[in-house]
């Protein structure tokens, strides 16, 4: 290769130092820059709190809590142990199902989206699966499997998984034929044609629907936990109405809600930075 | 061995009963330079596919190497197509990379630096312009050291100096790996310019209406005295060749 690199055609272009020294300068506004985001993120949440608490005093109701009787309950449930434990379950039970149905999902969606006889063939179960209620694919695993782990975990990933594939094949039908048609000409392995040419253009789709999915799922998980689970956040939930102890209720949802952020900006975000690269326009 | 024989008797598209290519018969010499041109809509990218294996042919309609030989299996290809197709996440280098063994990577640096991109390998191609996209493609086609080069209109839509400065990167690399290369085109002063033999392609369903051998001494320069008066004269032999008609 090496002799025919001693011409240069092309004298490189030398403006970049300009873009690293606006870098450093960004960098300097940081604090307030996360200071206002933090304020703008949070502030409306604030917001909500305080009507909350004004709301409660003036209603003066035993199944309307304050915060701050919401707060003392989360307080206790944590100290007692038994909350931390049941969130863990619930968790693990949703990001089990997530799995499944996304890894399930996927596989059925790109097979739909590029095989078109397939696709005609599936079609309507596939509608029939997205309108069939939650409730009914729960209670027939439970009557079908028995009250079993499996059986919970099945329900979730059976209500989930349709709408999986509905976004996945979308994505698959429109992968840029071009982009595979360079691979062939290169003859790229299938694993690199795969992974480097087809998958990137379903990132955005797969990221959508994963981010649509974690919240239904662990909604599912709840119903499902309730209905035939003797653990899990679900299970607690009932346990608090049958008590009418609307306080701990709220405190659960508190809590769980809380740890769903926390998994979208640990989890999510880095993610989408990930899908994001190369379509930033500068 | 790099010759290609083209004997195509009629290629329909799916689902389309009009042939877009008719009977087209030629052959390339190895190491040969051959520019094809025809009207918009003749099928030139077609007839590309169908040499790259992209598109499908009947079994022997395109062959490779000397058909006395055994040897007929498709060679090292590169195809430069007419938009750059290039991965958006993947970075100039790792578009690159994508082509290569990974034993062959260590060439990259030294290509892109050919190309004019020494310092561009880790940009993703939206922050590159069109250009610099093309010469990404034309090195991700060079970096496989293709022995049979297959250009698709690579140079529509650039600048004058750009383009002028891409043949000239084009013409040196292919004279000094002796690679074979059909180099489709609607620019007559462009073929003249880069290729050995010149291709006229009819409307559909297409054949070769015409063939000349440019017999001009190289280096040749872009629409020269000589490059002009040898073009003049080949329009006024044959006015309607461009439109793919021979009288």
């Known amino acids: 290769m090496k002799s025919f690199f001693f011409k240069n055609y092309f004298r490189p272009k030398e403006n970049f130092e300009k873009k690293i020294a606006s870098q450093s300068m960004i960098s300097k506004g940081i604090t307030t820059g996360l200071l206002r985001y933090l304020l703008q993120r949070l502030g409306i949440i604030a917001l909500m709190l305080l009507m ?35 969130v863990i ?61 499996s059986a919970a975990i099945a329900a979730v990933v059976i209500n989930k998984m349709p709408t999986v594939v509905v976004m996945i094949r979308e994505g698959a039908r429109v992968v840029d034929k071009d982009l595979l048609a360079v691979a062939k000409v290169y003859q ?48 607690a939930l009932n346990a608090m109405f049958q008590f009418f102890d609307i306080a701990g209720i709220l405190a659960y949802t508190l809590a769980f809600v809380a740890v769903i952020m926390l998994i979208e900006a640990a989890i999510f975000k880095p993610f989408d930075k990930l899908v994001a690269r190369g379509n930033c326009c500068e | 061995m790099s010759e290609v024989n083209v004997a195509i008797e009629e290629k329909h598209y799916l689902n389309n009963h009009n042939p877009v290519l008719g009977q087209l018969k030629f052959n390339v010499k190895n190491g040969e330079f051959v520019a094809i041109i025809g009207p918009s809509g003749c099928g030139k990218t077609t007839l590309l596919n169908m040499i790259s294996g992209l598109e499908s042919s009947v079994e022997q309609q395109i062959t490779y190497g000397d058909t006395s030989d055994n040897e007929k299996h498709k060679p090292h290809l590169g195809y430069i197509f007419q938009q750059p197709r290039l991965m958006p996440w993947l970075t100039v280098r790792e578009n690159i990379e994508l082509v290569l063994p990974t034993s062959q990577h260590y060439g990259i640096a030294e290509l892109l630096a050919q190309v004019g991109l020494a310092n561009q390998g880790e940009y993703y191609p939206r922050q590159l312009s069109g250009g610099m996209q093309r010469r990404v493609s034309i090195a991700r086609a060079f970096a496989t050291n293709p022995k049979l080069l297959l250009l698709d209109e690579p140079f529509n839509s650039l600048d004058a100096p750009t383009a ?84």
């Open chain 1, 52 to 86: 909350w608490q004004g709301m409660a005093w003036f209603i003066a109701s035993p199944d309307f809590p304050s915060l701050l009787e919401v707060v003392k309950s989360l307080h206790f449930h944590l100290s007692q142990g038994e909350m931390i434990t049941n």
């Open chain 1, 89 to 149: 379950i619930t968790l693990r039970r949703a990001l089990i199902s997530f799995i499944i149905a996304m890894l399930l999902g996927g596989l059925l969606g790109i097979i739909m989206g590029l095989n078109r006889l397939v696709n005609k063939l599936t079609d309507s179960l596939l509608i029939i699966m997205l309108n069939i209620p939650a409730l009914v694919t729960i209670l027939l695993c439970y009557v079908w499997f028995g009250l079993v782990e």
């Open chain 1, 188 to 235: 790229l392995s299938a694993r690199h044609t795969f992974f480097k040419v087809f998958l990137p253009q379903l990132y955005p789709f797969i990221i959508a629907s994963a981010r649509s999915g974690l919240s239904l799922i662990w909604k599912i998980v709840l119903v499902v936990e309730l209905l035939g689970r003797s653990d899990g956040v679900g299970f």
């Open chain 2, 164 to 247: 002028n400065r891409l043949r000239l990167l084009l013409i040196d690399l292919c004279k000094q790996r002796g690679t074979t290369v059909i180099f489709v085109t609607h620019d007559l002063s462009e073929a003249i310019y880069l290729a050995d033999r010149i291709l006229f392609m009819s409307n559909p369903p297409s054949t070769v209406i015409h063939q000349t051998l440019v017999k001009l001494p190289r280096p040749r320069k872009e629409s020269g005295a000589l490059e002009l008066a040898w073009q003049a004269q080949l329009m006024t032999r044959f006015p309607g060749l461009l439109a793919g008609k021979i009288d």
